[in-house]
């Protein structure tokens, strides 16, 4: 018998011991203070020392691209990467991001001999796509309204112009803004 307590007060120290050590972690979890969330922290220190741009701060307005063989108007807020040219065809190559809502700004300028459009393998692949593109005067428009393609052929050079994003709309009217001002030389 006094074994058999003896046992029966060894488990009931274990269940206090591992009850009492679930409590203590409870409550040393409960007082952990709040980890600083990103609103919360200083951007300067994020940034390394960099000033943070305010979302507040967005270019308005519009911008002005004129290159060696191209210009053409874009909104104030879209960003310039820089894109390497492929080969010694490609003259000159612009991509622009808009980040919200997302759109890209990509026209290119490459060596092409003077011929129809039907020569280049970009027209020609959407010309064969008829239920993907729809085409009016060389401008390419996808059935989804999400691109919008126009190729120029003159002076030996192939200029390409495309606008395309994820709201439709909004790439038909950053289309017009840039199309309506592109002017090739």
Known sequence: MIF?????????????????LGI????????????????????????????????????????????QYMSFTYPARARMHPVEKGNE?????????????????????SKASEGLLDEIPGVRLRRQQTSTYSEEKGVFTKSDG????????GQGRLYTLSVSGNDKLKVADLWITVFTTWTTF
Do not use: C, W
């Open 4 to 20: 058999g307590g003896h046992y029966s007060i060894i488990i009931l120290m274990k269940r206090v011991f591992v009850l009492g």
């Open 24 to 67: 203590g972690l409870f409550i040393a979890y409960v007082n952990i203070p709040d980890t600083p969330r990103s609103k919360d922290v200083d951007l300067r220190q994020v940034l390394g020392g960099r000033a943070a741009r305010s979302p507040t701060a967005v270019p308005t307005g519009e911008n002005r691209y004129l290159g």
């Open 89 to 109: 065809a490609m003259l000159e190559v612009v991509d622009l991001e808009i980040d919200i809502p997302r759109l890209s700004i990509t026209a290119a300028v």
């Open 146 to 153: 999400r691109e919008i393609t126009a190729f120029r052929l």
